[in-house]
């Protein structure tokens, strides 16, 4: 048994029944690699024996009562991998926007609480023979970084499946505990916070200090903060039901513009996620006259803590430079905006979030997010917290493959909020970096022009790179 952490529970307390806290990827895979050929149960064989390697795969939440202290993960009595390994078929022709709207429905519905939060739905009836993996997990188990690496585990360096077998020791489910076991746990461990809260106030008070000093440098231009940026048809409260689109883009262009420039792969990114919403927004004739801003996650996972599972997260304000026209000037502002978020990152402590968190009370948590969006505060805001979440998440760059099948592509699906109904979330993979756009059904039916865009905005900053 495990409690979960504050940063990690926050994930469920701002869960409603409209903003749905899990995270996905859409992989699509070659059978043609397969000796013998595809079958479920070959693809239900790998799963089953790569267990041992993906803990949140067993794991489920218990709540304590009265909701007084976050939930805790137990190895799940009842654990059942055919309720979580699903079959599915697409409608012909089984093209992209048929496996787009079949990722988006699932993505639409909230995992059930009483069960370990994930889903894996194997499709079937892809062109060309192709077969497609979509799978969800909530962001109370894994971060960006924990799920790649909970991805890798699934797959292969060739296409004969490693067998794992059994851990050791051998896994077994935990006891469920009573409530009045939870109860008293919790309360010992909330015994324990008055001390914790006092060093969590001296290091926020002086690291507030420290912050204030160095932003009011001449030479320090502050990032962005919470709640000022403009608000466009994005900024809203959000339905349940969501879009997926899709597209990518060559990593060798990315890294030619990123070397012209002395820029990161990150900056690109975000430039071109900048340049596709830029054109997107003013095609609807709602590009704002002040720059959009971007919430982009950070990892601060160190290297002690790869391999373990939950978040460990930061998080920059970034303004895109949506007011510039050029895409070269564009991502030459990004990244000098990227450069003093970074400062102004590393001067605040990772755990100052983390500490903050921890004090939440999980029943007030839970009923303060459905009570915002009942009311539809983010409707009545002159400003928008942000204006879209953009997460870059490096993949691997060597072939892998999946139950012996090649895999052909990996597309990630982050989640949305009320006030910001749209996700891109990056990662790369071979020689692509592949986009996976989220974004409220009702909000965004455009989505797919969203996703063109971004083809577009690097053929933009493409040749303005190389004109340069």
Known sequence: MQRLSGLDAVFLYSETSSNHMHVGSVIVVDPSTIEGGWSFDRMRAVVDDRLPLMPPFRRRLVGVPFGIHHPIWVEDPDFDLDYHLRRAALPAPGGRPQLEEFAADVFSRPLDRTRPLWEMHVVEGLEHGQIAVVSKMHHAAIDGVSGAELTVNMLDLTPEPRVIGRSEPPWRPDRVPSDVEMTFHALRSLSRQPLVAVQAARRTVGMALALRQRNRADDVTPPPSPFSAPK???????????????????????????????????????????????????????????????????????????????????????????????????????????????????????????????????????????????????????????????????????PLYLAGARVVGVWPMGPIIDGAALNITVMSYLDSVNFGLTACREVAPDLGDLARAVEEAMDELRKGSESG
């Open 232 to 398: 466009t048809s994005l900024s809203t409260r959000i339905t349940p039901h969501r879009r997926f689109a899709t597209t990518e883009v060559s990593l060798a262009d990315v890294k030619m513009i990123k070397n012209r420039h002395n820029a990161t792969v990150n900056d690109v990114v975000l430039a071109l996620c900048a340049g596709a919403l830029r054109v997107w927004l003013a095609g609807k004739q709602e590009l704002p006259d002040t720059d959009l801003i971007g919430f982009v996650p950070v990892s601060v996972r160190t290297e002690d803590q790869r391999g373990t599972m939950g978040n460990r997260v930061s998080a920059m304000f970034v303004r895109m430079a949506t007011t510039i026209e050029d895409p070269v000037e564009r991502l030459l502002a990004i990244r000098e905006e990227t450069k003093n978020a970074k400062d102004q990152e590393r001067a605040i402590s990772a755990e100052i979030l983390t500490d903050w968190t921890e004090f939440a009370a999980p029943a007030v948590a839970a009923r303060a997010a459905r009570l915002v969006s009942r009311l539809r505060v983010f409707d009545r805001l002159n400003n928008a917290l942000f204006n879209v979440v953009i997460s870059n998440v490096p993949g691997p760059h060597v």
